[in-house]
């Protein structure tokens, strides 16, 4: 009686299985051998039969993308470029070289000591950072303390700069060369014989940041032709003046008062207190006038004046600045670039002596053809040869540019030599940066690959493994 009750059962399903399910289309017909369909199944937008949640997308520009991921946390503004102009003067995990001596400035002008690699004091240190001496692409992070090579033409320089200090004579020179030749440290090295010798130094560490249009700028009133004054890069320029030099300042006084300045500055106030008078950036560029209007005065206790530049190629050139009539400025009707070019060309003079050295780059420079025809003709000049004549239909040479650098004088750096390439390696491997021993064959073949001497090349050919 058991089977068929069973088949009794399987022939009436309704009797066992609800009308509402069994009219539902996914279910399909007892002991049915096709595949459900699912053609006319009704479902939510994202919902799949049975109640699973798809992964949804997204319409962007046309294509359907999943969802970004974000993962991290995004940097602060300013971040990355802080990080990539970051400056690293020492290392404590190098070794401490035996018998390295502090530079004196009686050292800068001793031939002896050509050769040598001497560290730069800390007070000394300090000054050069509050100017902006060091970049970021060089090697100071991988030593103890922040030494430099003497070499011969740093003797050159720190006795030109010392023979215009006695005479009270002002010296314009260029600094030129290829690419890693080291003349930013060549520059250094000038700063750091001026700070020694307790000169003003004024320090214009990239020119570009006065001619690529990103300083603000305004017109100066009644300036024939227009000229334009550039306030927030003055105060932040006086404000490294400051800091660099309050030694020095503190000790000098006003020759002049000074009444249109934000803070009345009377006679016989410091000059410390006429630089601290440039709290806003709307009279930072009157304040910059008074304290170079100071340092001319001729006294006998002014010091001697250093003004210094890098990128000399930026201001040698028709600027991206616009002028109310939408026309083109040029880098020398910038009031700050008018200044040095002045000085640089000679027509105006520092009355108690000092020097005005501007320095080229390879690595980041615009094409100034003005500029490298004029260092190409004082070179032929100091080396008694005919100087090379301006191309007759040449194009894009700029007379002013060529006026500046009518009479100075040009140093042209190339690699070292052989006992100054041993001297630096030397130095190198007492610091344990360098791990093969320092003789004849690894000097010359070191001097070979990099250039014959070329600095760069060779810290790249030896260090650039080691570096972070």
């Known amino acids: ?57 997204k319409m962007q520009l046309g294509k359907f993308k999943k969802n970004a991921v974000r993962q991290g946390k995004s940097p602060l503004p300013g971040e990355r470029k802080a990080y990539r102009k970051r400056i690293q003067l020492s290392n404590s995990n190098a070794l401490p070289v035996p018998g390295l001596e502090d530079v ?44 430099t090579l003497l070499r011969a033409e740093t003797v050159d320089l720190a006795r030109r700069m010392q023979n215009a200090a006695d005479k009270k004579d002002m010296l314009r020179l260029v600094i030129s060369g290829e690419r890693l030749t080291g003349k930013s440290l060549l520059l250094l090295q000038s700063l750091t014989y001026a700070f020694m010798n307790d000169w003003v130094v004024i320090h214009i560490p990239e020119a570009q940041e006065l001619t690529t249009a990103c300083t603000e700028y305004a017109p100066i009133p009644e300036t ?13 320029l006086l404000q490294g003046i400051r800091k ?12 002049h008062s000074h009444t249109d300045l934000p803070q009345n500055i009377p006679v016989n106030s ?15 560029w009157l304040v910059f006038q008074a304290l170079w209007k100071e340092l001319m005065s001729q006294t006998a206790t002014r010091p001697p004046v250093l003004l210094a530049l890098d990128g000399l190629a930026h201001i040698m050139r028709v600027s991206d600045y616009m002028s109310p009539s939408f026309e083109p400025v040029h880098s020398q009707d910038l009031a700050l670039v008018r200044l040095f070019c002045d000085a640089l060309s000679g027509k105006s003079t520092l009355r108690n002596g000092g020097a005005i050295i501007g320095a080229t780059s390879r690595g980041n420079t615009p094409r100034s053809p003005s500029m490298e025809l004029s260092l190409t003709q004082r070179l032929a000049e100091q080396a008694g ?9 040449a194009k894009g040479f700029d007379p002013r540019s060529e006026e500046a650098l009518k009479s100075v004088r040009v140093v042209d750096l190339k690699g070292i030599s052989k006992p100054e390439a041993r001297g630096l390696m030397e130095y190198w491997a007492a610091s344990g940066v360098f791990r093969a021993a320092c003789d004849e064959k690894t ?4 001097w ?12 790249r050919a030896s260090l650039q493994t080691l570096r972070p």
Not at 15 to 33: D, E, N
Not at 37 to 54: D, I, N, Q, W, Y
Not at 224 to 236: E, G, H, I, K, V
Not at 270 to 284: F, I, M, R, Y
Request: glycine share 8%; aromatic share 6%.
């Open 443 to 446: 000097v010359t073949r070191s």
């Open 1 to 57: 009686m058991s089977a068929p009750n069973s088949l009794r059962c399987l022939a009436r399903p309704s009797a066992i299985i609800p009308r509402s399910l069994t009219s539902a289309p996914w279910i399909a017909a007892p002991f049915s051998t096709s595949a459900p369909s699912l053609a006319k199944a009704e479902t939510r937008k994202g919902v799949m039969p049975g109640g699973h949640v798809r992964s949804g997308k």
């Open 448 to 459: 070979t690959l990099g250039g014959h001497g070329v600095v760069g090349e060779m810290e």
């Open 385 to 393: 040869e005919e100087a090379p004549k301006h191309p007759p239909y």
């Open 244 to 255: 660099a030099n309050e030694r020095v300042l503190s000790r000098l006084t006003c020759a």
């Open 270 to 284: 410091t000059l410390l207190q006429l630089t601290n008078s440039a709290k806003e950036p709307e009279g930072a």
């Open 224 to 236: 024939d032709p227009m000229q334009y004054m550039q306030n927030n890069y003055c105060l932040r």
């Open 104 to 147: 004196r400035p009686a050292d800068m002008v001793d031939e002896n000591k050509i050769g040598r690699v001497m560290s730069i004091p800390g007070l000394v240190l300090d000054q050069l950072r509050d100017v902006e001496a060091f970049k970021p692409t060089q090697y100071w992070g991988m030593f103890r303390t922040p030494s």
